[in-house]
């Protein structure tokens, strides 16, 4: 059964930071690329950041300089540090694990962060 478990949401002010975890389990982490993203109230599920299993990176625009996203394969978790977080960063962020971008691959539960102005 695969299982991708996130953890480290909550609330925070504005120019705070958070650092999101996920722990997967059930598939071969070191094969997966690994991704965040996120939904707000209202709107689509948008991309945030990518790990991939050869250690490429891509971040969203909106979290260039801010957000940092890191894999540690030898705990087959992903981890996402959001630094100087706007109101606009509220939302529900989501795990996701996958082989290759033409599979939709594993989401996790969600972990909720909020942003007080």
């Known amino acids: 059964q695969v299982q991708l478990v996130e953890s480290g949401g909550g609330l925070v002010q504005a120019g705070g930071s958070l650092r999101l975890s996920c722990r997967v389990s059930g598939i071969i982490f070191r094969n997966n690329d690994m991704g965040w993203y996120r939904q707000a109230p209202g709107k689509q599920r948008e991309f945030v950041a990518l790990?991939?299993?050869?250690?490429?990176?891509n971040l969203a625009d909106s979290v260039k300089g801010r957000f940092t996203i890191s894999r540690d394969n030898a705990k087959s978790t992903v981890y996402l540090q959001m630094n100087e977080l706007k109101p606009e960063d509220t939302a529900v962020y989501y795990c996701n694990a996958r082989l290759n971008s033409k599979v939709e691959g594993y989401w996790g539960q969600g972990t909720q962060v909020t942003v007080s102005s």
């Open positions: 790990k991939t299993s050869a250690g490429y990176t």
